[in-house]
């Protein structure tokens, strides 16, 4: 059941973000960015966890999900050291995740050729 939990919380998340790339003027990138603020928003007013937890992956691996781990890396920095954990906790919530964007995006373009498609 999990699985179909977390296709169906994915496959909405997917549909609602082609939905808005057919229907509206919106560019990718800002649809991908207000994914982000939708997790975040999602997050401080308490309804994205409960999402998460029937979701799944399927709630927490696309862009919403990055959005509601730095929420929730604030909040809980916050609750540890104050005001200091506002600019800290996002970060320190999702640096494995960054780091290891980065990583991988080094390492194909070091085994494949970047250029112009032509």
Not at 25 to 46: D, E, F, K, M, W
Request: positive net charge; contains cysteine.
């Amino acid at each position: 059941m999990e699985y179909l939990n977390a296709f169906l919380c994915g496959g909405i998340l997917c549909a609602i973000g082609q939905i808005l790339i057919d229907k509206t003027p919106l560019t990718p990138a800002r649809i991908l960015t207000g994914y982000v603020v939708a997790g975040v928003l999602l997050s401080a007013l308490g309804l994205y966890e409960p999402i998460a937890q029937w979701g799944g992956a399927g709630a927490t691996v696309p862009l919403t999900g990055f959005g509601h781990a730095l929420a929730k890396g604030v909040r809980e920095a916050t609750a540890q050291q104050g005001w200091l954990g506002v600019f800290t906790g996002g970060l320190t919530a999702t640096a494995g995740g960054i780091a290891a964007a980065v990583v991988f995006g080094v390492v194909m373009a070091l085994l494949f050729k970047p250029g112009d498609k032509r």
